[in-house]
């Protein structure tokens, strides 16, 4: 006789496709925000998998810094286009024209923090009831107490105090107009698994992943990809270094790390074997120990 | 260099193991997870050096494990823990998550919550203060929820000089409260998360404790036949209609099975109408299959074209649920607002939703010292009462000991949205 069990991403792969079949029967209005890096691409790929034969039931969504990797944008259109979907674009730029936020001063500015105004703008414009993310309970400890189903406020407003109780797979997306829901189908995924998942269903991703020679600067204790967006000064001496990102966001802030690994299966040994979190070379997340609490509390991803 | 743990997985034979763990201040339920974290080598650098930079802030010496699982600002700033917390944790045999929960009476919809979804759960016993009312509290609620696995863990043995008599006699305490409850499998560990005896390591200090230290226990607990392979329920979630060129006349169902097994060309029926039908394919993305087992994510179709929408339930003829518009059930009450009397409240049952009005309300369980109060019918948030349930249409339940899934509920208030209570079903 057979074994009747799944093994663990089995059982994730199944967790995730019933979520994203309850955000399909639950919702009106249901979009992926689609970063380009590899927690959407995941996430897309498994919405692919959740209505086949048929196509997913969902808009992917871009939040648009303006400051983006050029291959990030490259992936996004061929993406697209394979699929058949439809992209909706949350433009961060477009806020700071209308005069909706302010751009960030100085050498560490980011427009990071500005993306919270474009997404819930987008959101609202577009009256969207469920914004689906590819955010995992691991990746950060404000994140590691995230439903699976998480209602947002008329504001947008995530209350981590006053969340609803999440009990079995009963998720509850009850909502009065002008709320919305962000449901996140790799919540119990770790880094690792989302490796080992992209490697198992030979997922394709941005190259950015794959080590390459970059022209770089060392700030924030990681290598920063100089670029036109980049505010540089005579504090920095540019140098060309192979390196690879482990997380793909604003060209700015996205650090990369040294590294050989230029396939999956390099890729999958590196991450077994690396003892830094993911969102270490991230600037953003290390503004304070609660910076990203607080911007999930506005209405971040 | 890799270390023995962070070793890359087989992913073929390794499964998910979920545990739930309560406890409170001091009971050092944070240092033991911390404990398993660290000495399975899976705190990353930064997070370290994290805690180090906040022990030394906090006036205190080398790193205090607890402060790896404090999760929210508001938390940090009190110590205390608000909220179910997630985990996560592999070694080369199993992927584990684990849902922390703060153990106060003032959280046990918490304590619900994260064992809603448990294998096994993990209940923290202070060797010197024994039994008490928080164990009592912890091990009902893992036996409310029908957590298939109970670990009683006797930390702090270095405070009672890892005296084994001291465990025993904890032991045979504990057994006294078994009696109330229906745990079906329980371990006992003594173990010291401060100083890591018998959690990763086997301790030399208690050479007289011959079974597994803790994680070893989790890696090897047998959970396969843990969940219902017999009675085949395949709750439908949502309809797949391509409507292209290829598939024109595609009709699926989707869902996932919760419980059982199917096979191709199965006798099934449809509920709640009642229609018969055979399984024409189980269809995934990968592959069409000869067979499907509960946990899948699959779609079916089906030999004959019959009307099946969201909610309705696909089983087999010869094991049906029971049909039911009227029946009994444990609730925990999760809402600040208490239940109004022969309140109506939209019930959420697998895929299906209906009205639903508490008809009586029983009996109220005082989970302290595990006695029905039968004077007391005001539902508060945490309290956990036995209520009688009256649907608008039927039901295909089953009761909760047979099946989490089907035997499993929430309530909705129609006027918040908000999910006010979790109810497991008794006949």
């Given amino acids: 006789m057979s074994k009747y069990y799944l093994n663990y991403l089995g059982e994730l792969e199944s967790e995730a496709i019933f979520v994203l079949r309850e955000v399909a029967a639950q919702f009106r209005n249901p979009v992926i925000l689609f970063s380009g890096g590899k927690d959407s691409i995941v996430v897309t790929h498994l919405a692919r998998k959740a209505f086949h034969p048929a196509k997913f039931p969902f808009a992917l969504m871009h939040v648009d810094t303006g400051h983006n990797f050029p291959e990030t944008m490259e992936f996004r259109d061929q993406l697209i286009q394979d699929l058949g979907a439809n992209l909706i674009v949350g433009s961060v730029q477009e806020a700071i024209d209308k005069g909706r936020v302010v751009e960030e001063k100085g050498r560490n500015a980011s427009r990071n923090v500005l993306q919270i105004t474009a997404l819930l703008d987008t959101i609202e414009g577009n009256q969207i009831d469920c914004a689906i993310g590819g955010g995992r309970r691991d990746e950060e400890k404000a994140r590691a107490k995230e439903r699976f189903f998480s209602h947002r406020d008329d504001f947008g407003q995530w209350d981590p105090k006053n969340q609803r109780p999440e009990l079995w797979n009963l998720f509850n997306g009850k909502h009065f107009q002008g709320e919305h829901f962000r449901v996140f189908p790799i919540s119990n995924w770790t880094e690792m698994d989302v490796w080992n998942y992209i490697l198992k269903e030979n997922i394709a991703i941005p190259s950015l992943y794959f080590a390459h020679e970059r022209k770089v600067i060392w700030r924030n204790n990681s290598w920063i990809p100089v670029s036109e967006h980049l505010n540089m000064d005579e504090r920095d001496s540019p140098v060309t270094k192979k390196i690879r990102f482990r997380t793909l966001g604003d060209i700015t802030i996205t650090g990369g790390i040294e590294s050989e690994a230029d396939t999956l299966e390099k890729i999958v040994e590196e991450v077994a074997a690396m003892r830094q979190t993911e969102r270490g070379n991230r600037a953003d997340d290390k503004r304070s120990e609660s910076s990203m609490e607080d911007r999930k509390r506005e209405g971040y991803f | 260099?890799?270390?023995?743990?962070?070793?890359?997985?087989?992913?073929?034979?390794?499964?998910?193991?979920?545990?739930?763990?309560?406890?409170?201040?001091?009971?050092?339920?944070?240092?033991?997870?911390?404990?398993?974290?660290?000495?399975?080598?899976?705190?990353?650098?930064?997070?370290?050096?994290?805690?180090?930079?906040?022990?030394?802030?906090?006036?205190?010496?080398?790193?205090?494990?607890?402060?790896?699982?404090?999760?929210?600002?508001?938390?940090?700033?009190?110590?205390?823990?608000?909220?179910?917390?997630?985990?996560?944790?592999?070694?080369?045999?199993?992927?584990?998550?684990?849902?922390?929960?703060?153990?106060?009476?003032?959280?046990?919809?918490?304590?619900?919550?994260?064992?809603?979804?448990a294998n096994v759960a993990i209940i923290l016993v202070d060797a010197r203060n024994g039994v008490i009312e928080q164990t009592r509290r912890h091990s009902y609620i893992a036996s409310l929820l029908q957590i298939p696995h109970v670990i009683v863990c006797v930390n702090k043995m270095d405070l009672v000089d890892w005296n084994e008599d001291r465990f025993l006699d904890i032991q045979q305490q504990y057994e006294g409260i078994l009696s109330k409850m229906s745990i079906k499998d329980v371990r006992y560990i003594p173990i010291s998360a401060l100083e890591g005896d018998n959690v990763v390591n086997r301790s030399e200090n208690m050479s007289w404790y011959q079974g597994a230290p803790l994680l070893h226990t989790l890696e090897t607990l047998h959970i396969s036949s843990d969940l219902n392979k017999i009675d085949t329920r395949f709750p439908v979630q949502t309809i797949i209609r391509p409507q292209t060129e290829e598939f024109h006349d595609y009709r699926g169902y989707a869902g996932r099975l919760e419980s059982g097994i199917l096979r191709k060309g199965d006798e099934v029926v449809a509920l709640p109408s009642g229609f018969n039908s055979r399984i024409k394919s189980i269809d995934t993305f990968d592959a069409t299959l000869e067979e499907a087992f509960a946990p899948m994510s699959i779609t079916l179709t089906l030999e004959d074209d019959i009307d099946i929408s969201r909610g309705d339930m696909i089983v087999r003829k010869n094991n049906q649920p029971n049909q039911v518009q009227e029946f009994d059930a444990m609730i925990c009450w999760l809402n600040s607002s208490p239940a109004r009397p022969r309140g109506k409240y939209t019930i959420r049952h697998t895929t299906n939703e209906q009205k639903s009005m508490i008809t009586e309300v029983v009996y109220k369980m005082d989970i302290n010292i595990l006695e029905r109060n039968s004077e007391d019918k005001e539902i508060k948030m945490n309290d956990i009462c036995r209520i009688k349930l009256k649907t608008t249409k039927p039901l295909m339940i089953d009761e909760y000991r047979d099946n989490r899934a089907t035997g499993s509920f929430i309530l909705v208030d129609e006027g918040t949205n908000e999910t006010v209570a979790a109810g497991m079903i008794i006949s």
């Fill in chain 2, 1 to 117: 260099m890799i270390s023995y743990y962070a070793e890359k997985m087989s992913i073929e034979n390794n499964q998910l193991l979920r545990i739930s763990t309560a406890g409170s201040v001091d009971d050092g339920k944070s240092t033991l997870i911390g404990r398993l974290l660290y000495d399975s080598k899976s705190i990353f650098t930064d997070q370290l050096e994290a805690i180090e930079t906040t022990t030394k802030r906090k006036g205190r010496e080398g790193i205090d494990l607890a402060l790896f699982t404090d999760g929210l600002r508001d938390e940090r700033e009190q110590g205390i823990t608000i909220d179910v917390a997630y985990r996560y944790f592999t070694t080369p045999k199993r992927k584990f998550i684990i849902a922390d929960t703060p153990g106060h009476i003032q959280y046990t919809r918490n304590m619900v919550t994260g064992a809603s979804t």
